[in-house]
């Protein structure tokens, strides 16, 4: 009877939580790493760093599904592991508080909360990533229980071996963990430590996966980690920065700490928190030992982990990665929530068989709550963005990306649905990369690319752009993801560089733009504008493509701007503000000719809305620091402004005479 019982819970939240998660799964490709999960899972090919073997092996097994529509199969994958996530939640805490209603609600809280249940619909790996979490939470409550059992020692190194190559921020679990080894300490035999390293030794068997698929050279290829090197160079993230989430650390990131506390507060309102506060007080008179396992994990997977990744801006972009990278602290604040329900049930005994009723009001509310936020199952904005991109290029264009953007969306289209062959998309950070460049030639082997000239050199952007310039754009039509220090008329003057869609064109100066062209561009903006304010998008990692599009909406402003044609200048800042609120640039240079027009109150509006939109927006903070001391004669305000300039700022000229100007204004203060 009680594993009937067991097993229809089980059904129960399978039911529930693949209904509403199939409703609302996307059907399409969505910003961030998923362009890629998917042309990795149809190729079976190697992600990014670390490589991801699990997510490449398994996401191929649903790309075999009996249905035509790439994307969604590889976005059920998410759904499915997500549902399966729940309910070894709901099993873990049933261990623990041994009531099964409390278990269930507690359970499906996780699983309508918001990050939970957005990052269970796109393919991404951290659905993925929270079941094995789950299997490893589940893991240390079954040593805990019975710490003379050598298979569960077995069965927690496996799954830990698991969960550490799915996604390495596992690692800032380790002083948990080393807190579980302790309380185990009378039971670690020879015998146990041999036996786990065995099992430990066997989770790890998937990173094999990695350089069998290098050497049969799959379109999806990251790193070739097909010698030792390229294999060590893959799994350490070497070309990524082991513990930032970019490429750089610009020290320790107190914003993104402060910003992944208020990620947390809203996925979990108020009254979640609260029952989880009190299911600490409760496990810790009642499950000491775990309680102090998941408070310790929670603190390092969670604020710990943000402080240390260096990543101190506060984009979109960046919101949205923290936003992710707070899913660990969530699922084991599942297991606190599930604390403080059955301690309601304790201290309202009388009541119990009205509580196992009611409790469940509470995931239904958060259903509600969330449902029209995540659901994205008519969400095509970034399909819709690379289309316009692939559209509007001629025949065998090259185009050399930055950042992930553009990057992204391209293999997806190119390797999974198949679009325009003709371009060549090329990621100019990797250049000088073996591993990158061999691929490159094996792709595209008619491509006439002075390869030589990067390959393992280190070169200046201005010394790489120019070698596009002058050796690349006279023979192909050549575009950039956007103008950058070396891809400028004043770094490489033998190339123009003009808005072109959503793009940049590489041009010889001497050729005139079309002005058709231009209109052609204008009208494309304004009807866009037009398109998207009937649509309402919730979540960050599509609200940056929103970015994307008043970005170049606003680059073809600056063009204008250049040309002295201010009134169309404007015009393009202000539909760039009404496509994204979230793009600081457009408020700040339409700020910045307010205070030449003297509308001073009006110009700090509008400054104040950049920061609104990012807060680590340097320009925009130097500027009020400027409007304060020189119009205003607040010096006070001044130095408020300036000091959060110095946090953000690049090391440089400009940042050295603020400081000058910060000392001076202390000592007359």
Same mark, same amino acid.
């Given at each position: 009877?009680?594993?009937?019982?067991?097993?229809?819970?089980?059904?129960?939240?399978?039911?529930?939580?693949?209904?509403?998660?199939?409703?609302?799964?996307?059907?399409?490709?969505?910003?961030?790493?998923?362009?890629?999960?998917?042309?990795?899972?149809?190729?079976?090919?190697?992600?990014?760093?670390?490589?991801?073997?699990?997510?490449?092996?398994?996401?191929?097994?649903?790309?075999?599904?009996?249905?035509?529509?790439?994307?969604?199969?590889?976005?059920?994958?998410?759904?499915?592991?997500?549902?399966?996530?729940?309910?070894?939640?709901?099993?873990?805490?049933?261990?623990?508080?041994?009531?099964?209603?409390?278990?269930?609600?507690?359970?499906?809280?996780?699983?309508?909360?918001?990050?939970?249940?957005?990052?269970?619909?796109?393919?991404?790996?951290?659905?993925?990533?929270?079941?094995?979490?789950?299997?490893?939470?589940?893991?240390?409550?079954?040593?805990?229980?019975?710490?003379?059992?050598?298979?569960?020692?077995?069965?927690?190194?496996?799954?830990?071996?698991?969960?550490?190559?799915?996604?390495?921020?596992? +690692? $800032? @679990?380790?002083? &948990? !963990?080393?807190? %579980? #080894?302790?309380?185990?300490? =009378?039971?670690?035999?020879?015998?146990?430590?041999?036996?786990?390293? +065995? $099992? @430990?030794?066997? &989770? !790890?068997?998937? %990173? #094999?996966?990695?350089?069998? =698929?290098?050497?049969?050279?799959?379109?999806?290829?990251?790193?070739?980690?097909?010698?030792?090197?390229?294999?060590?160079?893959?799994?350490?993230?070497?070309?990524?920065?082991?513990?930032?989430?970019?490429?750089?650390?610009?020290?320790?990131?107190?914003?993104?700490?402060?910003?992944?506390?208020?990620?947390?507060?809203?996925?979990?309102?108020?009254?979640?928190?609260?029952?989880?506060?009190?299911?600490?007080?409760?496990?810790?008179?009642?499950?000491?030992?775990?309680?102090?396992?998941?408070?310790?994990?929670?603190?390092?997977?969670?604020?710990?982990?943000?402080?240390?990744?260096?990543?101190?801006?506060?984009?979109?972009?960046?919101?949205?990665?923290?936003?992710?990278?707070?899913?660990?602290?969530?699922?084991?604040?599942?297991?606190?929530?599930?604390?403080?329900?059955?301690?309601?049930?304790?201290?309202?005994?009388?009541?119990?068989?009205?509580?196992?009723?009611?409790?469940?009001?509470?995931?239904?509310?958060?259903?509600?709550?969330?449902?029209?936020?995540?659901?994205?199952?008519?969400?095509?904005?970034?399909?819709?963005?690379?289309?316009?991109?692939?559209?509007?290029?001629?025949?065998?264009?090259?185009?050399?990306?930055?950042?992930?953007?553009?990057?992204?969306?391209?293999?997806?289209?190119?390797?999974?649905?198949?679009?325009?062959?003709?371009?060549?998309?090329?990621?100019?950070?990797?250049?000088?990369?073996?591993?990158?460049?061999?691929?490159?030639?094996?792709?595209?082997?008619?491509?006439?690319?002075?390869?030589?000239?990067?390959?393992?050199?280190?070169?200046?952007?201005?010394?790489?752009?120019?070698?596009?310039?002058?050796?690349?754009?006279?023979?192909?039509?050549?575009?950039?993801?956007?103008?950058?220090?070396?891809?400028?008329?004043?770094?490489?003057?033998?190339?123009?560089?003009?808005?072109?869609?959503?793009?940049?064109?590489?041009?010889?100066?001497?050729?005139?733009?079309?002005?058709?062209?231009?209109?052609?561009?204008?009208?494309?903006?304004?009807?866009?504008?037009?398109?998207?304010?009937?649509?309402?998008?919730?979540?960050?990692?599509?609200?940056?493509?929103?970015?994307?599009?008043?970005?170049?909406?606003?680059?073809?402003?600056?063009?204008?701007?250049?040309?002295?044609?201010?009134?169309?200048?404007?015009?393009?800042?202000?539909?760039?503000?009404?496509?994204?609120?979230?793009?600081?640039?457009?408020?700040?240079?339409?700020?910045?000719?307010?205070?030449?027009?003297?509308?001073?109150?009006?110009?700090?509006?509008?400054?104040?809305?950049?920061?609104?939109?990012?807060?680590?927006?340097?320009?925009?903070?130097?500027?009020?620091?400027?409007?304060?001391?020189?119009?205003?004669?607040?010096?006070?305000?001044?130095?408020?402004?300036?000091?959060?300039?110095?946090?953000?700022?690049?090391?440089?000229?400009?940042?050295?005479?603020?400081?000058?100007?910060?000392?001076?204004?202390?000592?007359?203060?």
């Amino acid at each position: 009877m009680h594993r009937l019982k067991q097993i229809g819970f089980f059904l129960f939240i399978v039911i529930i939580t693949g209904s509403v998660y199939f409703l609302t799964l996307s059907r399409s490709v969505n910003y961030g790493d998923s362009a890629e999960f998917i042309a990795v899972a149809k190729t079976l090919g190697i992600a990014h760093p670390p490589g991801y073997p699990l997510y490449g092996l398994f996401s191929h097994l649903f790309v075999l599904l009996p249905f035509p529509n790439i994307a969604m199969k590889v976005n059920l994958f998410s759904a499915v592991t997500a549902s399966i996530a729940v309910c070894v939640m709901y099993y873990t805490m049933f261990l623990l508080i041994k009531n099964r209603f409390a278990a269930l609600a507690a359970s499906l809280l996780l699983a309508f909360t918001y990050s939970f249940w957005l990052y269970s619909l796109v393919a991404e790996v951290y659905s993925l990533n929270n079941l094995l979490l789950s299997f490893l939470l589940l893991s240390i409550v079954l040593l805990l229980d019975n710490p003379r059992q050598l298979s569960r020692y077995y069965f927690f190194s496996f799954i830990l071996a698991i969960t550490t190559i799915s996604h390495y921020t596992i +690692l $800032f @679990f380790l002083p &948990g !963990l080393g807190l %579980l #080894l302790f309380f185990l300490r =009378r039971n670690i035999t020879k015998k146990v430590v041999i036996g786990s390293s +065995l $099992f @430990f030794c066997l &989770g !790890l068997l998937p %990173l #094999l996966y990695l350089p069998v =698929r290098a050497h049969a050279n799959p379109l999806m290829n990251w790193g070739k980690p097909d010698t030792p090197q390229r294999f060590f160079n893959v799994i350490s993230r070497k070309d990524f920065g082991t513990l930032t989430l970019t490429g750089g650390s610009q020290g320790l990131n107190l914003d993104g700490s402060r910003t992944i506390y208020a990620e947390f507060l809203k996925n979990t309102w108020g009254l979640w928190t609260l029952i989880g506060i009190v299911g600490i007080i409760w496990g810790w008179y009642t499950q000491r030992q775990m309680t102090s396992i998941l408070l310790l994990g929670f603190i390092c997977t969670g604020p710990l982990f943000i402080l240390l990744t260096g990543n101190t801006g506060l984009s979109v972009f960046s919101r949205a990665s923290l936003e992710s990278f707070s899913l660990p602290p969530i699922v084991m604040w599942t297991i606190f929530v599930g604390f403080g329900i059955a301690a309601g049930f304790q201290r309202f005994k009388p009541l119990a068989k009205y509580l196992n009723f009611l409790i469940l009001i509470f995931p239904l509310l958060n259903l509600v709550q969330n449902y029209q936020k995540v659901d994205q199952h008519n969400n095509v904005l970034y399909a819709q963005y690379g289309d316009e991109i692939l559209n509007r290029l001629p025949q065998n264009a090259v185009v050399l990306t930055f950042t992930d953007r553009i990057s992204m969306i391209s293999k997806y289209l190119q390797i999974v649905e198949s679009k325009r062959p003709d371009i060549v998309f090329i990621s100019f950070t990797f250049l000088t990369d073996d591993w990158y460049t061999e691929g490159l030639q094996s792709r595209y082997p008619q491509l006439n690319f002075p390869y030589d000239k990067y390959r393992n050199q280190k070169l200046s952007e201005v010394e790489a752009a120019k070698i596009i310039c002058e050796e690349v754009a006279n023979k192909y039509p050549v575009f950039i993801e956007r103008q950058s220090a070396g891809f400028n008329q004043s770094s490489t003057p033998a190339c123009s560089y003009t808005p072109y869609w959503l793009l940049v064109k590489v041009n010889n100066p001497k050729i005139q733009i079309p002005e058709g062209d231009l209109q052609m561009d204008i009208t494309f903006f304004t009807e866009k504008q037009r398109s998207l304010q009937k649509q309402q998008f919730y979540d960050l990692y599509t609200r940056s493509v929103l970015y994307h599009y008043a970005e170049s909406a606003t680059a073809l402003g600056k063009f204008f701007e250049a040309r002295n044609d201010l009134d169309q200048a404007v015009a393009l800042y202000q539909t760039a503000q009404s496509i994204s609120s979230d793009y600081p640039e457009s408020f700040y240079l339409i700020g910045l000719q307010e205070r030449v027009k003297n509308n001073l109150d009006e110009s700090i509006r509008l400054h104040k809305q950049a920061l609104a939109a990012d807060p680590s927006y340097y320009p925009a903070l130097k500027e009020l620091g400027v409007i304060y001391v020189k119009y205003k004669n607040d010096y006070k305000t001044a130095l408020r402004f300036f000091e959060r300039y110095m946090v953000f700022a690049p090391p440089g000229k400009e940042k050295t005479e603020i400081n000058k100007l910060i000392k001076s204004l202390r000592s007359t203060m």
